[in-house]
């Protein structure tokens, strides 16, 4: 099943290889790689919350890796077997989009990386109280 790119939704060419056609972003380059701040990182095809700051981590891999999804309600996983590659495919749960890989070499707790694209993010900043 290919992911339905959500009406009125601006994304760029690169944007939908990675969400539509399992495309990944050169590492290193994600705007959101070294990004610090607070706040939510949303599916940028359907606006699905997906990650929290609060789980981000720097794993030195090029792209934002995260230890845990916000709920395993909101992000999927499947076998991907792409070029021979035994890899875990991250998928978001509402809308399909392709958003990376989970690896099992993270951190405690959980032992994961959850391996993202950049590109298949939208950051909200959490609002100042
Ligand atoms: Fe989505």
């Known amino acids: 099943m290919k992911p339905k790119k959500e009406k009125n939704k601006k994304l760029s060419p690169e944007q939908c ?67 021979l590659m035994n890899r875990t495919e991250i998928i978001c749960s509402k809308c399909g989009s392709h958003l990376g890989h989970v690896f099992d070499d993270g951190p405690k707790p959980t032992r994961l990386r959850y391996c993202v694209n950049s590109l298949a993010l939208n950051f909200k900043k959490e609002k100042k109280k």
Not at 37 to 62: H, P, R, T, V
Request: with cysteine; glycine share 10%; aromatic share 14%.
């Open 17 to 83: 290889h990675i969400l539509m056609e399992k495309g990944t972003e050169p590492p290193f380059t994600g705007k959101y790689l070294y990004n610090k701040e607070k706040g939510i990182y949303l599916c940028a095809n359907c606006g699905n919350e997906l990650f929290s700051s609060n789980e981000k981590y720097d794993s030195g891999s090029g792209w934002p890796s995260f230890w845990n999804p916000i709920s395993k309600k909101n992000v999927k996983t499947k076998g991907d077997n792409a070029f």
